[in-house]
């Protein structure tokens, strides 16, 4: 396969593989809008995450404010079912340069690779309504997962160890993420299959760049850290979950 050389860091890091069992589940005919509106609220969560952690530890008000216009109108399309997604690809920009705060102990790599997984997650998040709309699929409100609240109910309470452990989920996520989408390309149509495909070097990407970040803001070698997490990854995608979704464990 092309992006085995992409993939094998990424099948090393995760302790476990997707279930035979949800790639079944994922590739029903039934299950295809929740499959693509999940992916979209992904996204958007993503772009979110991201947000929030440059906002609370990098940049002044001034940008912080900036940052919210860029997601307000990709937010109330989802959250108020107001606007033309079609005009989103025009509104993916961010107008004004990122200031770090002033007493900030984080440096502009944090703000920097943020940036960059946003505008990406946000290309993407337009992207899955791109096809959402060739597939006759409309969007409707979903119920999240498990998968993530899961594993942020883990994070500690005291910095910057809390900022590190929430840089370390970003990178589980993202790394499933790209392991499922890989997964799931031979399954699917061609249309489908391909844009898989093309998200696996950016998923890949984010997931080092989360990592990078973390044992850069760490006092400490993240190695436990990341294995702590990677157990607690390893058991929601691999015990049984009722509530089928993009990273749902093994169906129940």
């Known amino acids: 396969m092309p992006y085995s050389a992409l993939l094998a860091p990424i099948q090393s890091f995760l302790q476990c593989e997707t279930p035979d069992e949800w790639i079944v589940a994922a590739t029903k005919k039934e299950n ?76 502009q790599d944090l703000i920097d690779k943020m940036v960059m997984l946003i505008k990406e997650e946000l290309h993407h998040f337009y992207q899955v309504l791109e096809i959402m709309d060739e597939y006759g699929i409309e ?20 910095e910057p160890d809390a900022l590190v452990d929430k840089l370390i989920i970003g990178a589980y996520i993202e790394a499933r993420s790209c392991e499922r989408f890989a ?16 998200l696996l070097r950016s998923e890949a990407r984010h997931y080092q760049d989360y990592l990078t970040l973390a044992q850069e803001i760490s006092e400490f070698d993240i190695s436990e850290r990341v294995e702590f997490f990677a157990h607690i990854e390893a058991e929601l995608i691999s015990r049984p979950d009722d ?9 129940a």
Not at 185 to 190: C, M, T, W, Y
Not at 243 to 251: E, Q, R
């Open 32 to 107: 295809l809008d929740i499959v693509l509106i999940d992916h979209l609220i992904c996204e958007l969560k993503a772009a979110q995450s991201a947000m929030f952690l440059i906002r609370k530890y990098a940049v002044d008000k001034e940008s912080a404010d900036a940052l919210l216009e860029w997601l307000k109108p990709f937010e109330t399309l989802i959250y108020k079912r107001d606007g033309d997604w079609r005009e989103l690809a025009d509104k993916n920009k961010l107008t004004k340069s990122m200031i770090p705060k002033s007493d900030s102990p984080y440096g």
């Open 139 to 158: 969007y409707k409100s979903i119920t999240p997962c498990r998968y993530a609240k899961g594993m942020l109910r883990h994070v500690k309470t005291y």
């Open 183 to 198: 997964k799931l390309a031979p399954h699917v149509d061609k249309r489908l299959g391909d844009f898989y495909i093309s």
């Open 243 to 251: 509530d089928f979704k993009f990273h749902s464990g093994v169906p």
